[in-house]
């Protein structure tokens, strides 16, 4: 008798839950499941076929397979772990590490797989299927770390932009479906400077900038907010620091066919120049100029 393809669909996808189940926290590389075991007694043996046609297991022996780092990051999808608050502590403390790595870099950073083991207290098995995998970047958007040359298991390399975010994703956040909003909520957890602390608007960019020592990051926020500039830091529209209209100080040039208005104050809010037909229409519309820079940030 014959089995549907979705009756044998569903069998390979529970016999890859039972081998993500069973593995627990050891690496991939080096534990092997035996497709005789009597743990697997009710699986079809087609269903070890299947797995290894798509990538998701490789057999080793006639009947020796371990877990691919697709099949592994596959499972754990499909598992719901994600969204586990203890898969989120992992994940956090592991980006972190490796995020702190390259802090104030200039170049990636290659580091031993064993440091980020001992230092972030991790099982070194669950370590090494995380970059394995690229699961960083499997999770949307996160540019990963991955194995140093031909180092698998010995040498990280995590690269300059490690963990900074697609930014296109965050465009249009609320028009975004409920995947999306998971995939929002765990970077939350992992990026807070994710939002404005004064007003929440979202982050809408990081530019990296170059000076004479070294290498930073400028944060950028929906309302305005910037951190970490080359001509410092610009305050959120909400910030009580955020300058009033009157501390502007207003400049007026007469030019051929009417006249132009450009504002300075102390602060970093640009609020570059504006026309108008006369001197009072320019310092006017240098007003309205204000009002909609001046405007809190909407959610
Ligand atoms: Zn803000």
Known sequence: ?????????????????????SLGDAPIDCTRFEGSDAAFVGIQN????????????????????????????????????????????????LAGFLKDQIKGREKSEVVAFDEIVRSTG??????????????LSRMEGRRDAFWFESARGRLVEVP?????????????????????QETVEEMEELYREYRCEICSA???GIHPWEHQYGYEEATEYACGRTIGGPHG??????????PKFEAFVLTTQRQENGWMCYASSVSNVDLRYTWGKTEEEAKSAMHEVYLRRAKPWKG
């Open 202 to 204: 979202p982050l809408i």
């Open 46 to 93: 087609t269903s070890w076929d299947e797995l290894c046609s798509e990538g998701l297991l490789e057999k080793q022996s006639d009947s020796l397979y371990v877990l691919t780092p697709a099949g592994w990051s596959e499972a754990l999808l499909r598992a719901g772990t994600l969204s586990a608050p203890g898969f989120q502590d992992r994940i956090g403390k």
């Open 233 to 242: 830091d610009t305050p959120c529209p909400k910030d009580p620091k955020f």
């Open 1 to 21: 008798m014959s089995i549907s393809e979705e009756a044998r669909r569903a069998d390979a996808l529970a016999l890859l839950e039972q081998l993500f189940s």
């Open 122 to 135: 991790l099982p070194s098995g669950w370590v090494f299927n995380v970059i394995d995998s690229h699961l």
């Open 160 to 180: 300059r932009d490690f963990g900074l975010i697609k930014v296109d994703l965050f465009a249009d956040i609320r028009a975004e479906n409920l995947r999306l």
